[in-house]
Nanobody, 121 residues
Framework: QLQLVESGGGLVQAGGSLRLSCAAS????????MGWFRQAPGKEREFVAA????????SYADAVQGRFTISRDNAQNTVYLEMTSLKPEDTAVYYC??????????????WGQGTQVTVSS
């Protein structure tokens, strides 16, 4: 079982950066692949990025490839999403999720409450 709490969202200008954090509790975190999803107003929730339980492999949506970086610290039970070169279309509520498959990118059972990211033009 995983309990997930996101933080780090906010308002930023286009071209700016933000770092999201997801603090996890539960003894299965270090063996769980973790990911980030986002949901913009009026749109379905979509995959953003995922990271293997060991941190050795990552996967990104085409829309964020090269701009976002997912990482994790298993000692701190935390997953991060570093977002750079932000665009207005990145505006959404960002959710931490796990465990999930890096291949299918299908969301796992556990979700955080979400954190709002707003990018102004």
């Amino acid at each position: 079982q995983l309990q997930l709490v996101e933080s780090g969202g906010g308002l930023v200008q286009a071209g700016g950066s933000l770092r999201l954090s997801c603090a996890a509790s539960g003894r299965t975190f270090s063996s769980s692949n973790m990911g980030w999803f986002r949901q913009a107003p009026g749109k379905e929730r979509e995959f953003v990025a995922a990271i293997l339980y060991s941190g050795e492999r990552t996967s990104y949506a085409d829309a964020v490839q090269g701009r976002f970086t997912i990482s994790r610290d298993n000692a701190q039970n935390t997953v991060y999403l570093e977002m750079t070169s932000l665009k207005p279309e990145d505006t959404a509520v960002y959710y931490c999720n796990g465990p999930l498959s890096l291949i299918t990118r299908k969301s796992g059972l556990y979700w955080g409450q979400g954190t709002q990211v707003t990018v102004s033009s």
